[in-house]
């Protein structure tokens, strides 16, 4: 999983201030998908994607949060005017593209801490 | 829809004692299992998996997990357990979703704990 590169590793921004967190897939790969996760807990799915695409959304909170994978570039999940429930680990994971040889093994970054003060 | 179900929050073995972290799943046709370990402050690292073939699975690190079509179970095991393996496991089921789209869909997570 040394190949997902996230960050900043750790992020402390203060309540109203917003958060960008990075993540670039492994070489070859062309889906990513982020996760929370609060201490002592399991994986939230938040949001899927391909380049330039949007797949599956449906962990994402309404208001403040969204996610791009541009074509060139790494993907971003944003999250605007911080509270201190957005403080958790956020963990980006990527995938080659899909297909029957595809047996579904995610590779994971080592994550991003946020803490919101 | 897809499940997976981890039954113990925690598991506690002694150092040198057999472990055995237990997954049941709920699939519609043949299921891909995953099992995933993650050490503090870290990102989840894949342990092994079961896509077809022999039940008996071998891993990283001397895990190794049953699959067990009749008991809808993936359990995780290891016969001799280290102080280092204790950490976060999740197990993870692949839910093929349209357009050939696919996500993991996981467990809570059992939090292993090794006694020196």
């Known amino acids: 999983n040394a190949g997902v590169m996230q960050n900043p590793r750790h992020l402390v921004r203060r309540r109203g201030q917003e958060a960008r967190l990075r993540c670039s897939p492994m070489?070859?790969?062309?889906?990513v998908y982020w996760y929370r996760q609060l201490p002592e807990e399991g994986l939230k799915f938040m949001v899927y994607?391909?380049?330039?695409?949007?797949?599956?959304e449906s962990g994402m909170p309404k208001e403040r949060f969204s996610a791009e994978f541009p074509k060139e570039g790494p993907s971003i999940l944003r999250i605007q005017q911080v509270v201190r429930g957005d403080s958790a680990a956020y963990f980006c994971?990527?995938?080659?593209?899909?297909?029957?040889?595809?047996?579904?093994?995610?590779?994971f970054g080592e994550g991003s801490r946020l803490t919101v003060l | 829809a897809q499940s997976v179900a981890q039954p113990e929050d925690q598991v506690n073995v002694a150092e040198g004692n057999p472990l055995t972290v237990k997954c049941t799943y709920s699939v519609s046709g043949n299921p891909y299992l995953f099992w995933y370990v993650q050490y503090p402050n870290r990102g989840l690292q894949f342990l092994l998996k079961y896509i077809t073939g022999d039940n008996l699975v071998k891993g990283s690190y001397g895990f190794e997990a049953e699959f067990n079509k009749s008991q809808t179970s993936f359990h995780l095991k290891k016969p001799s357990a280290l102080v280092s393996d204790s950490a976060l496991y999740f197990c993870a089921v692949r839910e093929l979703r349209t357009d050939s789209n696919y996500q993991l869909i996981w467990g809570a997570g059992t939090k292993l704990i090794i006694k020196p």
């Open positions: 994971a990527s995938s080659p593209r899909t297909g029957t040889t595809n047996t579904g093994e995610l590779f």
């Open positions: 994607l391909q380049k330039e695409n949007i797949i599956d």
């Open positions: 070489k070859g790969h062309s889906h």
